[in-house]
């Protein structure tokens, strides 16, 4: 389904905070007319007010989608909103860490296609990506339908089954997070050899968005890019033999880091 139909059938977005901004934006901009898109949020941002989409108001007939962007302690609330277009026509698409696909299918009906879908904050920048996974009876065109609505904001890739997505959240949704911890670490361990505070910290943020958008452009694995940095013997070696150490470094710190995200994550389904 191409943006003519869901132009025609219209588009509900549900919660407008930074996540579907950046989707709505993203639908705009790729030529998503403003009239076929309908938002409920009770706080609409000036930003939103101009765009020219429709507030509130009654809910289209027979929309192409409903798009959840509400945080999970928000959706026992909001849900009723959009009870009346489950049994079918519509396809659900919930952006909601740790809210399993059931929860949606005992709110909307059990004949109502789902999509869950995890984006991370990169979308801001349209350089997030998220992960899908569908109910059966969304199947492959509703799977390819959310696929293209969070096109908008960045990749998308599939997971084989909603298990998988509790260890998605911890990578990719969580992901972010770490690495901007990693910009705060490394800046103050620059501070600790002796550089300006602000040197440092203007040092590390270019180094990793350096170094992430050259792993981006290059088809060389990680692991790869890693060596090409290192030479035998040198500064970098040095301090991979710390980072790398499989005691005390970073490969299992991250491993312990994102089991507790995962595990978080299937504390919060219930």
């Given amino acids: 389904m191409d943006f003519d139909e869901i132009a025609r059938r219209g588009l509900v977005l549900l919660g407008c905070g930074k996540m579907g901004s950046a989707l709505l934006e993203g639908w705009l901009a790729d030529g998503l007319p403003p009239a076929a898109v309908r938002v409920i949020e009770p706080s609409p941002s000036d930003w939103l007010a101009a765009t020219g989409v429709r ?3 009654d809910l289209p007939d027979d929309p ?8 999970p302690q928000m959706m026992g609330a909001a849900l009723p909103t959009l009870a009346v277009l489950g049994g079918g026509g519509t ?3 919930s952006i909601a860490a740790g809210t399993p696909i059931s929860a949606f299918e005992s709110a909307f009906g059990a004949g109502t296609p789902v999509v869950r879908a995890m ?6 920048v349209g350089r997030g990506i998220t992960a899908l996974v569908a109910n059966r009876q969304a199947g492959a065109s509703g799977l390819a339908l959310a696929e293209r609505l969070m096109s908008a904001v960045g990749a998308t890739v599939r997971v084989e089954h909603e298990g998988q997505m509790d260890a998605v959240t911890a990578v990719s949704g969580s992901g972010p997070a770490y690495v901007f911890h990693m910009i705060e670490a490394l800046a103050a361990a620059g501070v600790a050899e002796g550089l300006p505070e602000e040197l440092a910290m203007h040092l590390a943020r270019h180094t990793v968005c350096g170094a992430g958008e050259l792993a981006h452009r290059s ?3 990680a692991a790869q890019l890693r060596a090409n940095v290192t030479s035998p013997g040198g500064t970098t070696a040095a301090a991979l033999n710390v980072l790398m150490d499989d005691t005390h470094g970073l490969p299992p ?3 312990r880091a994102v089991a507790a995200a ?3 994550g299937r504390e919060l389904a219930g």
Avoid: E, F, H, Q
Wanted: net charge positive; proline share 7%.
């Fill in 55 to 57: 507030l509130a108001g």
């Fill in 64 to 71: 192409a989608a409903a798009l959840i962007a509400v945080k």
């Fill in 91 to 93: 396809l659900v698409v």
């Fill in 119 to 124: 984006p991370n904050t990169p979308a801001a």
């Fill in 219 to 221: 088809d060389a694995a």
């Fill in 253 to 255: 710190l991250m491993r």
């Fill in 262 to 264: 995962a595990a978080r």
